[in-house]
C-alpha cells in the first residue's frame, strides 16, 4: 500500500464498522432518523455461509421500526416445533415457543444471506448513507469531538482517513477495534469442537421442518429446518477424530444416513468446523467508541440469539446516539448503552449455556434420568410454558438504565404490542402509531403530571378497549391484552420511550414523574426514504 493517506474533510455522525445483521441494522435505524452515516465493511458482498438461523419476535418488532419486518418474513419459517429427543429418536420435550406479545411470531428460523441481503436494501433508500465495501478499519483514533478513522481501500491498495462524531464496532467476535482499544474480552471457549453442515434439500422427509435436538450421549446433534430450501446439522467432534476428515463427504453422509437422510434429501453445500464461546468485553464504551453485536459479546447457538443480541444492541444505541447528536440528550444518556444490555446478554448467555448442558450430557445414567423426569413433567399443565420462563429468551426488561426509578412495576418493560384501531379506523400495530416517539399511553382519563410532558412535545394517547367506543386522539386494543397487561402492570398511564420501554408509570390517581431535565423530548426528525 502507499503511504499517503486521502483525508476527508467531511465530519460524519456516525461510522458503522461491520456490515453483519448488527451493522445493517444500525445504519438502517440510524439513516432512517437523517443522520449522515458511513459503513466501512472489508468484504466485497453478503458472507455467503449461513450463520445465524434463527432469531424472535423483539427483533422482528426492531425490524418492524424500519420498515422491513414483512419483507423479512417472506423469507422466513415461522413457528416451526421443537423436540428434544433421546437416543432412540424418542422426544422427552416437545414444544413451540410461546408468543410474548410483541406483535410477530415467537419464533423465526431464518437464511441468513437472504436477511442480509435485505437490510442492505433497507440501507439504500437513505441518502445519508454510504456504504463503503472492501474497506478495512486499520485505526481509531480519539479527538476531542470526533473519532479518526483510518481506512484502507482493498480494492486500490490506498489508504484515507475520515471522521465521525461516533463510532459504532460491529466487527465480530475477533473485532480489530475491540483489540485497538485495549478492551478484554473475558470468558471461556469450549474445548469440544463442532461440526456444522448446511444443505440444499431437494426432498423433503419427515419431520424435515421441525427443530430437534438429538440427545444422544454418543452424538448429540441439532437437527434444524433454515427456509429457501435450506437445511441443518450440527454435532461435535468427538475425541481423536480429525477435523479434515469429519468435514469430507464419507464422514458427513455416515452422520445424515444414520438419522435416515439419503443422497436424494439433500446436497451437502458445505461443512465447517468451529468452536464454542462464552464471552462479554469488559466494557462497551470507550469514549465517543462503541461496541456492539459479537464484538461486545460471544455466546453459544443453543437458544439461538447470537445474531439477535446483536440487533437488540443497535436498537437500544442508535436512539440515543440520535438524541445526543440533535442536541436533545446529555451525552450521559449513552452510559446507559452497558448499564441495559449487558445484564440482559449475560442472562441469555446463561440460559443458552443450561439448555447446551441438556443437549450435551454423556453421562448415559444422568441422560437416562433427564429422559425420564423431562418427560413426566411436561405432560403436566402450565409446565412447558412455564419452563420456557425459564431457559429461553428471558424478558424484554431492563432492571437498572435510563429509566424515572422505581416506584411501579411497569418501568424498565418493553410494552406489548398489540393489534389497534387507529383514530382513522385503520387496524394496525401498536408501535406504527407510536412512530418512534416519545408518549405517553394511559387507560383512563389524562393522568396526573402528564401536562408536563405534553407541554414538551409528546403526544398523549388514550387506550381504551375492545367494548369501548372510538375517541378523538385514542386508540383501540382490540383484544384488551395490552389493557390487561397494564393492569396487572399496576399501570394506568405510561411513559413510552422511543424504543418502547417504560421509562416511567403511575397507578390510576397517582402522578406521572416529571420528564427528565436537560432532555428535549420533540418526536424524532425522520429521513426520507423510499
Known amino acids: ?60 418488532r426492531i425490524w418492524q421500526s424500519v420498515g422491513l419486518a414483512d419483507r423479512l418474513q417472506q423469507d422466513m419459517l415461522p413457528d416451526r416445533p421443537a423436540a ?55 485505526r481509531v483514533l480519539t479527538k476531542s469531538d470526533h473519532v479518526e478513522l483510518m481506512l484502507a481501500d482493498l480494492r486500490t491498495d490506498t489508504f484515507k482517513r475520515v471522521r465521525a462524531a461516533y463510532v459504532i464496532a460491529a466487527d465480530g467476535g475477533s473485532s480489530p477495534t475491540r483489540g485497538q482499544l485495549g478492551i478484554g474480552y473475558s470468558g471461556n471457549t469450549y474445548a469440544e469442537r463442532w461440526v456444522v453442515i448446511d444443505t440444499k434439500v431437494h426432498k423433503e422427509w419427515d419431520a424435515h421442518d421441525r427443530l430437534r435436538f438429538h ?110 447528536l440533535a442536541g436533545r440528550a446529555p451525552e450521559a444518556l449513552l452510559d446507559s448503552y452497558e448499564a441495559e444490555r449487558k445484564p440482559h446478554v449475560v442472562e441469555v448467555t446463561s440460559r443458552a449455556c443450561l439448555v447446551g448442558r441438556v443437549i450435551t450430557e454423556r453421562n448415559r445414567l444422568v441422560a437416562a434420568i433427564r429422559n425420564h423426569t423431562l418427560r413426566a413433567l411436561t405432560k403436566l399443565p402450565g409446565v412447558l410454558r412455564s419452563g420456557q420462563k425459564l431457559y429461553w429468551i428471558p424478558d424484554a426488561r431492563y432492571g437498572a438504565g435510563f429509566f424515572a426509578g422505581a416506584g411501579n412495576s411497569a418501568v424498565g418493560w418493553q410494552i406489548p404490542q398489540p393489534w389497534v384501531l387507529d383514530a382513522a379506523g385503520a387496524t394496525v400495530r401498536l408501535d406504527d402509531v407510536l412512530a418512534g416517539r416519545w408518549a405517553v399511553l394511559h387507560t383512563g382519563v389524562a393522568p396526573a403530571g402528564g401536562r408536563a410532558w405534553t407541554d414538551l412535545g409528546v403526544p ?22 395490552l389493557i390487561a397487561w397494564l393492569h396487572r402492570k399496576k399501570a394506568a398511564a405510561v411513559v413510552l420511550r422511543p424504543d418502547g420501554f417504560i421509562y416511567a408509570a403511575a397507578e390510576s390517581g397517582q402522578r406521572l414523574p416529571a420528564p427528565p431535565a436537560d432532555y428535549e423530548l420533540a418526536p424524532i426528525r425522520t429521513g426520507a426514504h423510499t
Open 1 to 60: 500500500m502507499t503511504s499517503e493517506a486521502t483525508v476527508t474533510s467531511d465530519l460524519y455522525d456516525v461510522a458503522v464498522v461491520g456490515y453483519g445483521p448488527t451493522g445493517a441494522t444500525a445504519a438502517n435505524l440510524l439513516g432512517r432518523q437523517g443522520l449522515k452515516v458511513l459503513v466501512i465493511e472489508r468484504d466485497p458482498d453478503v458472507y455467503g455461509r449461513a450463520r445465524a438461523i434463527s432469531t424472535d419476535e423483539e427483533v422482528l
Open 215 to 324: 440427545c444422544n450421549p454418543d452424538r448429540p446433534t441439532v437437527d434444524c429446518p433454515t427456509p429457501l430450501g435450506h437445511h441443518r446439522w450440527e454435532y461435535p467432534a468427538r475425541a481423536g477424530e480429525d477435523e479434515q476428515k469429519l468435514v469430507s463427504e464419507p464422514e458427513i453422509w455416515k452422520v445424515l444416513e444414520d438419522q435416515g437422510i439419503t443422497r436424494d434429501n439433500v446436497e451437502i453445500l458445505r461443512a465447517v468446523v468451529y468452536s464454542h464461546h462464552v464471552r462479554v468485553a469488559d466494557r462497551w464504551r470507550a469514549g465517543r467508541i462503541f461496541l456492539a453485536g459479537d464484538a461486545a459479546h460471544a455466546m453459544p447457538p443453543w437458544i439461538g440469539q447470537g445474531m439477535s443480541a446483536g440487533v437488540r444492541d443497535a436498537a437500544n444505541l442508535c436512539w440515543k446516539l440520535a438524541a445526543v
Open 84 to 138: 428434544f429427543v433421546d437416543a432412540d429418536g424418542v422426544p422427552f420435550i416437545e414444544t413451540t415457543i410461546f408468543a410474548r406479545g410483541a406483535g410477530h411470531p415467537p419464533q423465526q428460523f431464518i437464511y441468513q444471506p437472504a436477511v442480509d441481503h435485505v437490510l442492505r436494501e433497507g440501507v439504500a433508500r437513505f441518502d445519508t448513507v454510504e456504504v463503503l465495501l472492501e474497506h478495512e478499519c486499520l
Open 460 to 481: 398523549a394517547i388514550a387506550l381504551t378497549g375492545p367494548g369501548e367506543g372510538t375517541k378523538p386522539g385514542a386508540v383501540r386494543d382490540i383484544d384488551g391484552a
